[in-house]
């Protein structure tokens, strides 16, 4: 392939995976619930349900922030998707300016398949410790039919698109890496 086969790939890939990772990252769409009062969770928000109107209650909010009552492993969760999406964001940043400016005899496509690497890792064990811990502690479950028999919370979109991103951050990486080797050569 051709190295702006490569860059067009790269900066499109990197694109979706800041894309996906920002989506994953905001909704209060981690964990949702048929039962109980507390209907969906999120990184950033709890959202109960109050006599039919869903009332979300913000982490960062100036109303009754609930940050001090979360558990160690969902502060951790958020610290590394907060991590990953820096990371992401400084890959698509420094591949559009490789892709703007062009630099003889520089090899941008290694510092960004790092930066994805890194993005990889991050999401990837804060997606790992959220499924972990939720299953443990809200018995959380991946399908819906499971939920007749007695389990309470299920993994939501939010959940299934940060495993998503995780993935598309290896992916690009990886692309990134084949176009670093194809300009060495």
């Known amino acids: 392939m051709r190295r702006s086969t490569f860059n067009v790939i790269g900066i499109s890939c990197t694109s979706l995976n800041v894309l996906l990772t920002i989506l ?13 009062r507390m209907t969906r969770l999120g ?10 109107h ?8 100036g109303r009754a922030p609930y940050q001090d009552s979360l ?12 991590v990953g999406l820096g990371l992401a964001l400084l890959a698509l940043i420094v591949a559009t300016l490789a892709l703007c400016c062009q630099c003889h005899g520089c090899n941008y ?24 811990k939720a299953s443990q502690d809200f018995n959380a479950v991946v399908t819906s039919e499971d939920l007749a028999l007695g389990q309470e919370y299920k993994y939501a979109w939010s959940f299934w698109l940060a ?10 990486s990886i692309v990134y890496g084949c176009a670093g080797l194809s300009t060495q050569n």
């Open 43 to 52: 990184l950033w928000a709890r959202c109960n349900d109050v006599f039919n």
């Open 163 to 172: 495993a998503g991103a995780s993935g598309m951050a290896l992916i690009t």
């Open 71 to 82: 558990p160690q492993w969902f502060k951790a969760t958020q610290g590394l998707m907060s």
């Open 109 to 132: 496509a290694g510092v960004v398949a790092g930066l994805l690497l890194l993005c990889f890792l991050c999401i990837g064990v804060a997606v790992a410790l959220f499924g972990i």
């Open 24 to 36: 994953a990252f905001a909704p209060p769409y981690w964990l949702v619930s048929a039962y109980g």
């Open 54 to 61: 869903g009332e979300c209650v913000w982490s960062m909010g």
